[in-house]
């Protein structure tokens, strides 16, 4: 940066979850020449914030409107990035992105912005892939271990003065008896993957956004994985985990797709809502053609009181908490600067959204000075 070099002018939108305060913090402590503006998306609390997120995952960044404190903000100078966390950035706020500027999507996904708008406009969009992953990988081993060993179950029960210690015949199997059928295999099922084989339990993997499986398990690090169709790990799982993300307008799993599944099999769903469907579930649950499920996520959030998951016995349900830690939320702001940097430098990263190449070199001229190096 010369002396005359005005420092980038960065906005941090934060909310409940991830304070713009702690967003602002770490580019601070990763990047130079830089001011930040923080400011927090004004929501009641976390149950209107779930909300808000459901709207915005089904119908886009446009189906959320943000109050005129922020949109105000936006429009009120050229912003060389805008960091955001759940903040929805429509085609308005991209607009207010300088040439040569980014937008930080600190999350896996980035259903809260316009990418369209984003691409017409040349905007460069990072986001934080992973970022929850670990999270979300030890809390589906919980729901797994939790359905397969009737914990849940067993717990509700005793509360209830009544000590049941059967839950049908036969007796419930160890992990590593079981076989696992995850699909989708990204950053959070090859961590679940992981973590049960070291288990011992057998794994078997579909991805539907793979073109073709691959051969070579090996590549993927976890070399014991079977890669398989989709029917064919239904057939022969005891248990089902979901962990694809939703694309298209039917659930991945229907009425065909359950009665696939193995008899006395369990589901696990703390990927997304849609990926299933739920009356169908219930059905499979109903005629016992199915022994449980686990659910995180939900098409109505918070759940209506009066859904029927909410009074099936065989369900063991959760308030979307699967990947609901400090660490998972924290950490976002630093993939994105990871990204950042390796885009700079000229290298690939996961995070790369969209780059666009007209602007590529004048991107990583005008990035590569702010950040900060391991010696500063």
Known sequence: M????????????????????KIAAVVHHRLVDVETTAVDWPLADLGELAAKNLLIEQGGPAAVTLPNSITDLLGHRCWDAVLT???PLAEGAVSNI???GWIGVLRGGIENVDLQACIAQGVTVINSPGRNANAVAEFTIGLILAE????ARAH???????WEKEFGRPLPQELCELVVGIVGYGAIGRLVAAKLTALGTRVLAYDPALT?????????GIPSVEFTSLDHLLA???????HARYSGTQPLLGKRELSLMKRGAYLINTARAELVDYQALMDALASGHLTGAAIDVFPEEPVPIQAPWLHSSRLTLTPHLGGATANSFWRSPGIAIDCLAAITSGQSHPGTVYLPKQHAVAFRRRWAPHLRSVSQ
């Open 156 to 162: 509700k029960l005793l509360q209830e003065g009544c």
């Open 148 to 151: 397969t060993r009737h914990i």
């Open 236 to 242: 022969i799982s005891d248990v089902v985990t979901l």
């Open 85 to 87: 966390h759940f903040a």
């Open 2 to 21: 010369t002396a005359m070099s005005k420092p980038a002018q960065i906005l941090c939108l934060g909310d409940l979850y991830l304070p713009a305060e």
């Open 212 to 220: 073709r499986q691959p051969a070579n398990p090996a590549a993927t």
């Open 98 to 100: 300088c040439t040569a």
